[in-house]
């Protein structure tokens, strides 16, 4: 949890080129190491959303496929 260990790398949704980073989490390491642990959590829902959300598109796409292939005969 020493300098140079933002966010970014947790869940690698960040841009490393977003430097700025480092401003809000080059602080001592009380703060530091909450931070990091909330952003992992964060990550973690923002994953399990992200699945979920794919999941419902891909029965969506299905489903509709088969519409348009009933539709056809």
Not at 7 to 12: A, K, L, N, S
Not at 28 to 47: D, I, M
């Amino acid at each position: 949890m020493s300098k140079g260990w933002p966010p970014r790398r947790v869940c690698g949704l960040f841009d490393p080129r977003f430097d700025h980073l480092h401003l809000y989490f080059d602080r001592p390491k009380g703060q530091n190491y909450l931070s990091v642990t909330t952003w992992s959590a964060y990550c973690l829902v923002l994953r399990s959303i992200m699945s979920s959300f794919r999941r419902v598109l891909f029965v969506i796409s299905t489903e509709a496929t088969r519409e348009i292939g009933r539709s056809r005969e």
